[in-house]
Every structure is written in structure tokens, then in C-alpha cells.
């Protein structure tokens, strides 16, 4: 009698520092409890996604959802499907590819190296892989993830709404169009933090971490905010809207005066329950439960 393949889950995440990994790991472990689960680190590096495939599949799993822990559900959304084999454009693995020489990151798949080489100069082959495979088109934005966990990092920091500017920061893009529509993503985050506390000003900018010309600019506009801010006993809230800490940029900002929340979207439940329900939804649109 044929056994029935086992279903399993594999977890896209940009990857950090260890107390970044850290925290993604933390978020992971409810949904590692209920189903075979995988963590691959990188902006879909194909080395990272080979070896996390890898692992599910000496695990008796053949039937994968992808779950991208990324704020923005387009990102690294078409390379990951040419690479998983789900969409055309990937070539094969390379013949002298070895797992063991491949990058290997702090206690899962992928590595320095890899979550910030720019993906367009990345190796782009498909896994060699026995697995189907039904990928999340769906980032922690449009899930609606932002507009409450923000509020809350808001409200902790809060003493005195009425005097306080509060400003969240997310990592955004170095064409400006795409940047301003990155912006307007987190409208609602803005809103929410507004309906929170009468607070004197909310708004959302971009730090553009990985284009220096693009990221000066966002410096600046930055701290003539943070200046704003500051007018007639007024303070500022400063709040990463990225899923953990401000990112590899965050010394540009030391010279601001403000109270900060160093967390972003984790640690917070919210991230855990999404990551179990988008990933049963993917199963079930699928057919495989």
C-alpha cells in the first residue's frame, strides 16, 4: 500500500544578524509544531531553496507550501516560482552543485552572503526536487499585518500622545516611483496608529537602505521630520516598519533624538497565527487537506 506523501511548509525570510534570525525563528516554532517546516534565508536564493527542500524532503514531505515572510507579497515572487519549477525561466542546477559547499546561514538555509547580494546578478536554477510545490502571492501588507502590531509599538512607547510625532520607517526602494508606491502601502498603518492616540503627527517614509544615492535623500528627509518634530516640546516616536530592528542602516539614523522601538512586526503573535493560516490556506486551496 502506497503511503500518502506527507504535506509540508517552507519559510521564506530575508535573514540578518543572529538576534534577526533569531526572532524569525521564534515566530516560526507554532507552525513548526503543527507541520514539517523549513526556514530559507535570502532574497530566493536558489542555493537557500535547494537545501531547504532538501530537508523537507528526508522527511518523507512531497507537497510544499512557500510562505513568504516578506512585507510585500511581489517580492522575489518570480524567481522564487522559476526556481521552485512552478513558473518557466529557471535553468537547471548547476552539475558540480554541493549542498555542503553552498551557503549556510545561522541555524537554517541561506547566509550573509546571500540575503544581500542584489538577486538580479544570483544564480537562477530550478531545485531538483520529487515535490509539488503552491507558492503565497501574499506579503505581511496585504495580510493587514502592519496597521495593528504598529499601533500597539506606538501606544508602548507613548507618554503624552498630544506632544508626540510618531514615524515609521520601512526598508522601500530605490526607483521612486516604486518607493511612493511602497509609501502608499502603509497608509494603513498610518491610520491606524492615528485612530490609536491623539497623537500631534504620524507619517510613514523609507530608509532605501541598499541605494546610497536614494538612501542619503531618505536620510534627510528623515531628520527634517525627526526637526519638525521636536518644535515646542514636541517628541518623536521612531518605529521600524520592517519585520525586525531598522535594518543594516540603522547607524545612519543614531544622531536623531527619539524614543525608538527597535522590535518592528516581531516578535508579536500576529506573525505566528499568519504564518499557520496562510500556509493551511495554500494546503486547502491545493487540495491536500
Known amino acids: 500500500?502506497?503511503?500518502?506523501?506527507?504535506?509540508?511548509v517552507l519559510v521564506m525570510a530575508h535573514g540578518g544578524d543572529p538576534a534577526w534570525n533569531r526572532a524569525v525563528e521564534q515566530a516560526v516554532e507554532p507552525l513548526r509544531a503543527k507541520h514539517p517546516t523549513a526556514l530559507a534565508y535570502g532574497m530566493a536564493s536558489a542555493d537557500a531553496l535547494q537545501k531547504a527542500v532538501s530537508e523537507l524532503e528526508a522527511k518523507g514531505v512531497r507537497k510544499v507550501a512557500v510562505v513568504?515572510?516578506?512585507l510585500?507579497?511581489?517580492s522575489f515572487l518570480a524567481r522564487t516560482e522559476k526556481i521552485l519549477g512552478v513558473e518557466p525561466g529557471a535553468g537547471p542546477r548547476p552539475a558540480d552543485w554541493d549542498a555542503s559547499s553552498a551557503h549556510g546561514g545561522h541555524g537554517a538555509h541561506g547566509g550573509h552572503g546571500a540575503m544581500h547580494m542584489d538577486p538580479e546578478l544570483m544564480p537562477?536554477?530550478?531545485?531538483?526536487?520529487?515535490?509539488?510545490?503552491?507558492?503565497?502571492?501574499?506579503?505581511l501588507l496585504e495580510a493587514g499585518l502592519g496597521p495593528p502590531i504598529m499601533a500597539k509599538r506606538a501606544k508602548a512607547l507613548s507618554k503624552d500622545p498630544k506632544k508626540e510625532s510618531v514615524l515609521l520607517v520601512a526598508h522601500g526602494l530605490g526607483d521612486d516611483a516604486a518607493d511612493a508606491g511602497w509609501r502608499a502601502a502603509m497608509g494603513p498603518a498610518v491610520e491606524s496608529v492615528r485612530k490609536a492616540a491623539p497623537f500631534r503627527s504620524v507619517k510613514a517614509l523609507t530608509l532605501r537602505d541598499d541605494w546610497p544615492e536614494a538612501h542619503a535623500k531618505a536620510v534627510a528627509e528623515i531628520k527634517a521630520y525627526a526637526s519638525e518634530a521636536k518644535k515646542d516640546g514636541g517628541r518623536l516616536l521612531l518605529?521600524?516598519?520592517?519585520?525586525?530592528?531598522?535594518?543594516?542602516?540603522?547607524?545612519?539614523?543614531k544622531g536623531i533624538d527619539a524614543k525608538r522601538d527597535d522590535k518592528g512586526l516581531l516578535p508579536?503573535?500576529?506573525v505566528s497565527e499568519w504564518l499557520i493560516t496562510e500556509s493551511e490556506a495554500l494546503m486547502k486551496d491545493a487540495g491536500w487537506n
Open 268 to 270: 508579536d503573535a500576529l
Open 72 to 74: 510585500k507579497g511581489d
Open 124 to 139: 537562477l536554477w530550478r531545485v531538483v526536487s520529487e515535490s509539488t510545490f503552491t507558492v503565497s502571492s501574499r506579503g
Open 239 to 253: 518605529i521600524p516598519y520592517r519585520l525586525s530592528g531598522f535594518g543594516p542602516q540603522a547607524g545612519s539614523l
Open 68 to 70: 513568504r515572510l516578506f
Open 1 to 8: 500500500m502506497k503511503t500518502a506523501a506527507l504535506v509540508g
